[in-house]
Every structure is written in C-alpha cells, then in structure tokens.
C-alpha cells in the first residue's frame, strides 16, 4: 500500500516543500495536481513534471499518481499530460469531471460519457497510464458507485480504473449504498480518495423545510464509515494508493486552517487511517 498526500490545499507550498512536508508526516509521496490552479499547470507538463520527478528522487518520494481535468481527448493539452506522465514514469491519472444537466436526459448523459471516455482510454493505451473516474457527490453521471458501474460495464479491468471515495460513496448511498458500490467496482477499483465529512443544519427553505450541507472533518469525527470501508476493500485485494484528501482551507472546512494547522491535523488523520489496517 501507498499513502500520498493530494497537493490541492498546498497551492502556497512550492513542490520541492510539498515533498518534505509530507514526508516528514509519514506520506511515501504525493498525488499532485496537474492542472489550471495546480503545482504544474496543463500548458507546462512535460518541464512542470520534469522538475516535480527531480523533487521527489531528491526527497526519496515518489509521485503515485497525478490528478488532471482532463475529461475528453479534446480538452486542453490532455495529450501532452498523458505523454508527459508517461515519460517520467506516473502511470497513474484523475480524470477530471463532467456535470450532470438537465433533469431529463441522464441515460443519455451516460452513454455520452461513455464515448468520450472510450477516447480517453484510446489515448491512454498509446502512452501506457491508466486513467481513473473519481466519484464524487452532487450534479454528475458518476456521483455513486452504481452510476460509475453503468459507465464501466462495457470496459475492461486494467484499462480505466474507479477512484472510490468513502466520504462521496456515503453522501450518495449513506446505508448500504456506498458498499453496494464498491461491490459492483470491485474489479476496476484502482485508487482511493481518502476523506470524512458531517451533515449540518442551514437554512430553512421557503416551504419551511430544513436544510443541510456537507462539512468536510478530521476523518475520526466524520460519518463515512472508514473502518468498515477499509475492511471491504480489504477483502476485495486491494493493496494500492490511498491519497488523503486534507479538505481544511475555504468555507466547506469544519474549521479554515492555515497550511501548518492543516499538515498537523493531516498528520492525526494518517495515523488513525494507519490504524485501520492494523
């Protein structure tokens, strides 16, 4: 198994600070971002890579994987960070997203998604990576793990990989749904977002019902059930990537950290999530 941290809320940390901040945490490396706003951006990711490869081989890290918003073969500069990630040995890629609109069309929303995704897999064969679909909760044809399974059906294992997610599987499924899911994914179950999150109360709506949001937390006080989740896919073989999601900076956080509160509370979430395996 390997644990690396997503660089998402470091964006104030240089790549080479990156490395050494999770290193000394206990990561065996980073899930570091290839796109607009991220450490290497699109339009650079054959020198941004480069440099990133040079970072981790002198901090004795590694770069599991990368995460893009690459969600066609048209979008921009999705070839060269395939070729790019390739080259410097990253075989595996988040996908980016597609939304889910209007009410209406979901069946046809899929298939559509299907055959971009079949182009997307074409590409990826060419350069040797895989690419993932992460799930992830809210407006999109793969919020769940069913939805997902729909999707990959008519694909093979070893050609494009689910990115499961315990904190979005259980805002989708909050029962049995996300085990349902991960069931179904079994075989395309490449990578894993690793995350918690709370229902809280806001405002009451017009009709006088009350409303609530998702609030991400450290991921011992949240309501994914990650022992059970863990245990699952331990049963299932998986031994590969589990990248920590540190989702503490901006107004979805339990609390805004600045990025050394957050790399100290990353920490206590590694160790529990370390534990589970014991």
Not at 69 to 95: C, N, Q, W
Not at 104 to 126: N, S
Not at 214 to 237: C, I, K, M, N, S
Request: hydrophobic fraction near 40%; charged fraction near 25%.
């Amino acid at each position: 198994m390997r644990f690396v941290l997503f660089t998402d809320n470091l964006a104030d940390l240089s790549i080479p600070a990156c490395f050494d901040a999770a290193g000394k945490i206990g990561f065996d490396g980073l899930d570091l971002t290839v796109r607009p706003g991220g450490h290497v951006k699109p339009e650079n990711a054959d020198r941004g890579l480069a440099e990133a490869r040079k970072a981790a081989d002198a901090a004795g890290m590694s770069i599991d994987m990368i995460s893009t918003a690459v969600s066609d073969v048209t979008s921009p500069h999705a070839e060269s960070i395939f070729a790019a990630a390739s080259h410097y040995g990253i075989r595996t890629i988040k996908l980016g997203y597609w939304k889910y609109e209007p009410f209406g069309t979901a069946a046809r929303q899929i298939e559509q998604t299907r055959a971009r995704l079949a182009g997307i897999v074409r590409l990826a064969r060419k350069y040797q990576v895989l690419p993932c679909i992460h799930i992830h909760s809210g407006r999109s044809p793969v919020a769940s793990g069913p939805l997902l399974y729909m999707l990959l059906e008519e694909f093979k294992p070893g050609e494009v990989g689910a990115y499961v997610d315990p904190m979005h599987m259980t805002v989708e499924g909050g029962n049995g749904g996300w085990e349902i899911g991960l069931d179904l994914l079994a075989p395309w179950v490449s990578l894993v977002g690793v995350k918690n999150f709370r229902w809280d109360a806001t405002e009451r709506d017009r009709f006088g019902q009350q409303r609530f949001r998702t609030t991400y937390t450290p991921l011992a006080d949240g309501q994914a059930p990650l022992p059970e989740f863990v245990t699952r896919l331990r049963e299932l073989g998986y031994d590969g990537t589990y990248s920590l999601h540190s989702e503490y900076k901006g107004g979805s956080s339990f609390r805004q950290l600045a990025t050394p509160e957050l790399l100290e509370q990353t920490e206590a979430d590694l160790k529990f999530f370390k534990s589970l395996f014991t």
